[in-house]
């Protein structure tokens, strides 16, 4: 198995512009869950997908950020319009069962740069 | 806030040494669980101790767990340069909960 795949690995974007990462997840995984990683806050959970349905979204920064998972192969997290405090590596996981239950398998993240 | 607060920050140590990284939480739990990142990597799991376990092995690993002072140890022996990486613990609150992740550990191994 290859993996949890993201995608880009790095993006570089200006202030204003629309960010879509993406995310396909282990096949037969049936939780997805979207992070984000800075030197100031560590690892936050920003949503969390189980069967494809969004279950917490509670860590969702502002209505900038939205999450789709339109199948369990494929996950997006979009932040339209995007701001300089957004720029942070986004990772995407997956694991077998609930949340907590299981360990997690993250992908190699999308390291965001927002001028 | 995080749940998990790792100790200590940063653990710098020599090659052939033992480390030794706290992790303390502050809510009931199902299972407390290790990861290790490697600088600009995503994270892997180490190892998930249950709450009703005290202690468990892995390779060089050994993790212990008090539920009731809520910490959880990480021990890596005989230590490698390969070890150096930053050490999360995470735990869940009630099943089907988020893992919420600690702050971390940076262990830097010398050669």
């Known amino acids: 198995d290859a993996g949890v795949i993201q995608s880009p690995r790095h993006e570089v974007t200006e202030m204003g512009q629309e960010v879509t990462l993406r995310c396909k997840p282990i096949?037969?995984?049936?939780?997805l869950f979207w992070y984000r990683q800075t030197m100031m806050r560590g690892l936050e959970l920003l949503i969390y997908?189980?069967?494809?349905?969004?279950?917490?979204d509670s860590g969702m920064p502002e209505d900038r950020f939205s999450a789709k998972m339109p199948n369990a192969s494929f996950s997006t997290l979009k932040i339209q319009p995007s701001e300089p405090r957004d720029s942070a590596v986004y990772f995407c996981?997956?694991?077998?069962?609930?949340?907590?239950?299981?360990?997690?398998?993250f992908g190699p993240g999308t390291r965001l740069t927002v001028l | 806030s995080q749940q998990g607060e790792e100790d200590p920050q940063a653990l710098s140590i020599q090659e052939g040494e033992n480390a030794t990284m706290n992790c303390s939480y502050k809510?009931?739990?199902?299972?407390l669980q290790w990861y290790r990142q490697n600088s600009g990597r995503g994270l892997v799991h180490l190892i998930l101790?249950?709450?009703?376990?005290r202690e468990k092995h892995s390779g060089r690993l050994r993790v212990t767990l008090d539920t009731s002072k809520k910490s959880s140890s990480l021990l890596i022996t005989a230590s490698r340069a390969a070890d150096t990486a930053s050490y999360f613990c995470?735990?869940?609150?009630?099943?089907?909960?988020?893992?919420?992740f600690g702050e971390g550990t940076q262990l830097t191994v010398n050669p």
């Open positions: 995470a735990t869940d609150g009630t099943q089907g909960s988020r893992l919420t």
């Open positions: 809510t009931s739990i199902n299972n």
């Open positions: 997908f189980n069967n494809n349905v969004p279950i917490d």
């Open positions: 096949s037969g995984h049936n939780s």
């Open positions: 996981a997956s694991t077998l069962g609930v949340a907590g239950s299981n360990e997690q398998f």
């Open positions: 101790i249950r709450s009703n376990e």
